[in-house]
């Protein structure tokens, strides 16, 4: 079973920046998709970006140009550095690890990133 754990959300103001980490334990599969996902009150969850444990990676358009996703040293934590947040960026962030193999779709409890003056 995987076990995802997030930290990093908090409130910050339009323009400010935010890191979430996520920490995995458990993926069996070294052939994996570690991610974010987003999900706004009254809305669906949404991809907000990927990353493939080759080293491609993938964004929403909403996000390109001011998230940056990444896979650290160790391959089983997944970081997103967000800047210029905007209000619309206030979500629940969910971490997720698919694995390619097994297809084994897991996700974390979720954070709370709030923007607002």
């Known amino acids: 079973q995987v076990q995802l754990v997030e930290s990093g959300g908090g409130s910050v103001q339009p323009g400010g920046s935010l890191k979430l980490s996520c920490a995995a334990s458990?993926?069996?599969?070294?052939?994996?998709?570690m991610g974010w996902y987003r999900q706004a009150p009254g809305k669906e969850r949404e991809l907000v970006a990927t990353?493939?444990?080759?080293?491609?990676?993938n964004y929403a358009d909403s996000v390109k140009g001011r998230f940056t996703i990444s896979r650290p040293f160790r391959m089983d934590f997944v970081d997103l550095q967000m800047d210029n947040l905007e209000p619309e960026d206030t979500a629940v962030y969910y971490c997720n690890v698919l694995e390619l193999q097994s297809r084994r779709d897991s996700w974390g409890q979720g954070t709370q990133v709030t923007v607002s003056s």
């Open positions: 990353a493939h444990s080759s080293g491609w990676s």
């Open positions: 458990g993926i069996i599969d070294a052939v994996n998709v």
